[in-house]
C-alpha cells in the first residue's frame, strides 16, 4: 500500500488568525467603549429625566398649592369680613342693652325707692305707737346722748359746769317726751279697753230685761281672686284677750248668711268712703300713679251691704 506524505504551510493561516486576534481585541475594547458610553449617556438621559420629572411634579405641587392658598386666603378675607361685620353688630346690640339695661335697672329702682317709701309710711302708721318709741329710744340713748356724753368728757374744767347743766336739761327734756309718748300709749289702751268693756256690757237698751249682749261683727263677702264666679265669706269680730268665745260668734254670723237682705251702696255712703280714701292718700304721701291706680279701683267697685236679718 503506498504511503502519502502531504506538507501544508499554516503560517498564512496563522498570521491571519494573529491578525483576527488582533481585530477581535480591538472590537472588544470598541464593544466595552461603545457599552461604558451608552450607559453613561443613558445614565445621564435617566439623570435628566427624574430631574425633569421631579422639577416637574415640583412646580405642579407648589401650584396647586399656591392656588388653594389664595382661595383660602381669599375665603379667610371674606370671613374676616363678616366677622368684623359681626362684631360690630354685636358691640350695637351690646351698647343698647346696656342702655335698655340702665334705663330699665333705673326705672324699677325708682319704682322700688317709692314702693319702699309707700310701705315704710304704711308700716309707721300701722305701728306708729312702736315706731315713736323706736324713734324716741333711738333719739335719747343711741344718738345724740352718746355725743352728748363724748362732748361732756371732751368739755374743758372751765364750762365743764355749764355743759354738765345744759347736757342735763337736753337729757331731761328727753325724758319728758319719752315719758309723754309712754302715757299717750298707755292712755291710748286705756280708752280702747273702755271702748271695748262698753260695747260688751250688758247695760245697753233693752239687752239688760232680755238678758242679751251686743257684739259688733263684720261679714264680708268678696269675690275669689283665684277662680271666677266663686265668692269668700269673711268674718270679723271684736279681739281682746277678755272675749275668749269669739269662734261662736263667726259660727253663728255664717250660719245667718242666708238671713242677709243685700242692697246696692247709697251714692252718699260711697262718696263718703271715697273721701275718706282720698284722705288716707294725702295722709300717705302715695305715688302719683299708686294713688290713681287705688282711686280708679274705687270707683270701679261696686258692693252691697245688709240691710237686716229675716
Same mark, same amino acid.
Given at each position: $500500500? ?50 425633569? *420629572? ?7 405641587? #407648589? ?8 382661595? &383660602? ?43 319702699? #317709701? ?12 312702736? $315706731? ?8 335719747? *340713748? ?12 371732751? &368739755? ?11 347736757? /342735763? ?9 319719752? *315719758? ?13 279697753? %273702755?271702748?271695748?268693756? /262698753? ?22 263677702? $268678696?269675690?275669689? &281672686? ?15 284677750? %277678755?272675749? &275668749? ?17 243685700? /242692697? ?16 288716707? *292718700? ?29
Amino acid at each position: $500500500m503506498a504511503n502519502f506524505n502531504f506538507t501544508v504551510d499554516t503560517s498564512p493561516m496563522a498570521q491571519t488568525v494573529d491578525s483576527v486576534k488582533g481585530h477581535v481585541v480591538g472590537v472588544t475594547a470598541a464593544v466595552t467603549a461603545m457599552e461604558a458610553a451608552v450607559i453613561a449617556t443613558e445614565r445621564e438621559a435617566s439623570k435628566t429625566i427624574c430631574e425633569n *420629572i421631579d422639577n416637574g411634579f415640583y412646580v405642579l405641587v #407648589k401650584s396647586q398649592i399656591s392656588q388653594k392658598a389664595v382661595a &383660602a386666603y381669599t375665603e379667610m378675607t371674606a370671613k374676616e369680613m363678616t366677622l368684623v361685620q359681626l362684631s360690630k353688630a354685636l358691640d350695637r346690640v351690646r351698647r343698647q342693652m346696656e342702655a335698655d339695661y340702665n334705663m330699665i335697672s333705673a326705672r324699677y329702682a325708682k319704682l322700688f325707692r317709692s314702693l319702699d #317709701k309707700a310701705l315704710e309710711t304704711r308700716v309707721r302708721e300701722l305701728d306708729r305707737p312702736a $315706731m315713736q318709741l323706736s324713734e324716741t329710744k333711738k333719739n335719747v *340713748i343711741l344718738g345724740k346722748f352718746k355725743d352728748s356724753c363724748s362732748a361732756l368728757l371732751c &368739755a374743758s374744767s372751765d364750762v365743764y359746769r355749764i355743759a354738765e347743766t345744759a347736757l /342735763s336739761g337736753k337729757l331731761k327734756q328727753k325724758t319728758k317726751a319719752v *315719758i309723754e309718748t309712754l302715757s299717750g300709749q298707755a292712755k291710748q289702751g286705756e280708752t280702747y279697753s %273702755r271702748k271695748i268693756e /262698753s260695747i260688751l256690757s250688758n247695760e245697753a237698751a233693752g239687752a239688760a230685761q232680755n238678758n242679751e249682749s251686743y257684739i259688733p261683727a263684720l261679714f264680708a263677702t $268678696m269675690e275669689s &281672686a283665684v277662680r271666677r264666679d266663686e265668692f269668700v265669706d269673711s268674718v270679723y269680730v271684736v279681739q281682746d284677750d %277678755r272675749f &275668749a268665745n269669739a269662734a261662736a260668734v263667726v259660727t253663728a254670723v255664717n250660719n245667718a248668711e242666708g238671713g242677709f237682705v243685700w /242692697s246696692d251702696a247709697a251714692e252718699e255712703e260711697k262718696q263718703m268712703l271715697r273721701g275718706e280714701v282720698l284722705a288716707l *292718700i294725702e295722709k300717705e304721701s302715695l305715688d302719683s300713679r299708686v294713688a290713681n291706680e287705688v282711686l280708679r279701683l274705687f270707683d270701679a267697685a261696686n258692693w252691697q251691704s245688709a240691710g237686716r236679718l229675716t
